[in-house]
């Protein structure tokens, strides 16, 4: 019983939790990054490039041959390129949302704080103070 009640309590902390929750988001984010890529910014890239579609882009190194059945081997160079530029997009992206972030925790620090109500010890040192002022 005592696995199982220390994996529950595991589990359960906010940490896991927290990290459970950004692996799924970041999931869904990775696909949507995917589809802005492909979808977006890669056909305006090519456009501009003449038509290139970077996925389509490779190094042959042993041309296929379909009548002897030997494959093609060759460096898919372009789908890097594709994965780079998907890679620098989310790294903006994580980068704005880390500054706006800051941001927002720098305007809670700048926010001064009331000062403590003093202790009792602190109002009994204050009275005694005083009265030793006054002598």
Do not use: H
């Not at 988001?25 to 290139?52: E, R």
């Not at 041959?65 to 620098?88: K, L, M, P, R, S």
């Not at 927002?104 to 926010?111: H, N």
């Amino acid at each position: 019983m005592g696995f199982f009640k220390e994996f529950k309590e595991f589990a359960m902390r906010g940490s896991v939790v927290d990290l459970a929750v950004g692996v799924v988001i970041g999931a869904a984010f990775g696909k949507i990054v995917t589809s802005l890529v492909n979808d977006v910014i890669m056909p305006p890239i090519g456009y501009l490039t003449g038509g290139i579609d970077f996925a389509e882009m490779k190094y042959v190194i042993q041309p296929g041959d379909e009548a002897n059945e030997v494959a093609e081997v060759a460096i898919t160079y372009g789908n890097f390129i594709n994965i780079v530029i998907g890679f620098i997009i989310v790294a903006f992206f994580i980068f704005l949302v880390i500054k706006g972030m800051n941001s927002l925790k720098r305007k809670e620090e700048e926010v001064p704080a009331a000062p403590p109500a003093p202790t009792k010890e602190e109002t009994l040192l204050t009275e005694i103070r005083d009265l030793l002022k006054e002598k």
